[in-house]
T-cell receptor, first 116, second 113 residues
Framework: AQSVTQLGSHVSVSEGALVLLRCNYS??????LFWYVQYPNQGLQLLLK??????LVKGINGFEAEFKKSETSFHLTKPSAHMSDAAEYFC??????????????FGQGTILTVHP | ETGVTQSPTHLIKTRGQQVTLRCSSQ?????VSWYQQALGQGPQFIFQ???????GRGNFPPRFSGLQFPNYSSELNVNALELDDSALYLC????????????FGQGTRLTVV
């Protein structure tokens, strides 16, 4: 069975500061990993994804994430926070086989607050 | 804009009633999934349809059922509504492929009173 744990339900940073949102996963097969962002009363928007290849993945809006197999982690970072980054962020793992095929398993989410 | 549209955007129902939520997939996407997102939680997988057949289901009771139509649009039906069914229901579509991303609609906010 696959699972995702996001460490920290709330993260608060100052504008211009580093953003670090943590995600650890459990998967019995090589994982496909995603980060989504959700603004209030909206659906989910893909920030970036890891499937195979380069372990450092760049996404939209200056975000990037690094897949570390040895640590089963896929942390999301952004060098300099902007006020518009305030939202909820979800890490997810995609089922790749069997009854989990195509199923996204999400973490509980991390609410990012950006202070001026 | 993801090209995935859901209707209605908001809905209020009474406990015990039945509800149907609708989703129009992005063009060319033949796989659709439904998720339930309770307040303050991550989305939970309900089920997935591929070419009009259910091919995956999460831990939801049978009163949650679905349909996918030949044009790949989809419905989620919930019978005998309970208060705990109050949530944001998200539809996601994607083309066939193991690593393809899912494109989400804006969701339907269901409130059961």
């Amino acid at each position: 069975a696959q699972s995702v744990t996001q460490l920290g339900s709330h993260v608060s940073v100052s504008e211009g500061a580093l953003v670090l949102l943590r995600c650890n996963y459990s998967s019995s097969v090589p994982p496909y990993l995603f980060w989504y962002v959700q603004y209030p009363n909206q659906g989910l928007q893909l920030l970036l994804k890891y499937t195979t290849g380069a372990t450092l993945v760049k996404g939209i809006n200056g975000f990037e994430a690094e897949f570390k197999k040895s640590e089963t982690s896929f942390h999301l970072t952004k060098p300099s926070a902007h006020m518009s980054d305030a939202a909820e962020y979800f890490c997810a793992v995609l089922g790749a086989g069997g009854t989990s095929y195509g199923k996204l398993t999400f973490g509980q989410g991390t609410i990012l607050t950006v202070h001026p | 804009e993801t090209g995935v549209t859901q209707s209605p955007t908001h809905l209020i129902k009474t406990r015990g009633q039945q509800v149907t939520l609708r989703c129009s997939s992005q063009s060319g996407h033949n796989t659709v999934s439904w998720y339930q997102q309770a307040l303050g939680q991550g989305p939970q997988f309900i089920f997935q349809y591929y070419r009009e057949e259910e091919n995956g289901r999460g831990n939801f009771p049978p009163r949650f059922s679905g349909l996918q139509f030949p044009n790949y649009s989809s419905e989620l039906n919930v019978n005998a509504l309970e208060l705990d069914d109050s949530a944001l229901y998200l539809c996601a579509s994607r083309p066939t492929g193991g690593d393809t991303e899912a494109f989400f609609g804006q969701g339907t906010r269901l409130t059961v009173v």
